[in-house]
């Protein structure tokens, strides 16, 4: 499966994005989809996570509240929802999948799980 993600941007403190993650050669309703998000100089790390169906969602603690993380199988496209950003926001953001159908890692967060990466889309929080 291919991903691309998209949809960030600049936004001010207290703004909002939605990213979008958008995979191609494969059906994504099959497929658990993550967001992770690496800051300069920092590891990347897990943001959210979906199930193929959309049943069984998963968050950072820094995000929750504030993250909504959604998809639309029959857009092939999963949604990560961000509202009253802070710059500690400000990253570059992923969505991945796993190679297995159906499947989520444990924890969900466990990066070398997953197979498929998408380009990353720049999100910057202005203070």
């Known amino acids: 499966v291919q991903l691309q993600a998209s949809g960030g941007g600049l936004v001010q403190a207290g703004g909002s994005l939605r990213l979008s993650c958008a995979a191609s050669g494969s059906a994504l309703r099959y497929y658990a989809i993550v967001w992770f998000r690496q800051a300069p100089g920092k590891e990347r790390e897990g943001v959210s996570c979906i199930s193929s169906f959309g049943g069984s969602t998963y968050y950072a603690d820094s995000v929750k509240g504030r993250f909504t993380i959604s998809r639309d199988n029959a857009k092939n496209t999963v949604y990560l929802q961000m509202n009253s950003l802070k710059p500690e926001d400000t990253a570059v953001y992923y969505c991945?999948?796993?190679?297995?159908?159906?499947?989520?890692?444990?924890?969900?967060?466990?990066?070398?799980?997953?197979?498929?990466w998408g380009q990353g889309t720049l999100v910057t929080v202005s203070s």
């Open positions: 991945a999948s796993p190679r297995e159908r159906h499947w989520i890692p444990s924890p969900w967060d466990r990066l070398y799980e997953y197979d498929y």
